[in-house]
């Protein structure tokens, strides 16, 4: 989830070396460096290469994963790059907030709590009256806004949103555009404009 947060949150994201693969400290008194003085690979006595993937656990594996899916979007995301942010106070220890332009918005979701959460929509609606679906970017799946969907403990959601078309009435169907009949000013006369 932290990488969710660097990557979709103001300003320009900086990770030390490993974290793409879950790297921590064990021993907290020797500070973070410690645990990362030789990245796993290149030399004859390493049993896995992290920098091709070899050897790496399950775990590994999906934090890797989840940080190229995330930072590859993030490189053309606009909405990331330009623009604003709205936040919602933490529910029930999970947060929210949107990224948003004129024409794009996106919604994020954090669930670190141990249980799976509900998405209370109704809670966001000042940011979703436009929108209507979208795309969980982690996963691919399709999210309807309204719509029950559950966010599994310990995860996160970036949800690109897609506006809801706008309804054409017969009112605002019939109402075309008149063109304007302009008079020809008389030979001889001066006319202005505004």
Known sequence: MGLTLLATLRGIPQLYYGTEYGFRSTNLS????????????????????????????????????????LFNWRKTATVIHEGETTHFLP???TYGYFRYTRDEAVFVFLNPTRKDVRIDWEHYSECLKDYGSGTDILTGDKVAVGEEFKVKAH?????????????????TASKQPVAAKTKQPKAGKVTKSR
């Open 91 to 93: 529910r029930n220890n």
């Open 155 to 171: 995860q996160s959601v970036v949800i690109e949103l897609i506006p809801t078309p706008k309804k054409r009435t017969k009112t």
């Open 30 to 69: 020797k500070g973070d460096g410690a645990s990362r003085k030789d990245f796993p690979g290149g030399w004859r006595k390493d049993r896995k290469d992290l920098f091709t993937g070899e050897g790496a656990t399950a775990h590994e594996k999906e934090i890797f994963e989840h940080a190229c899916r």
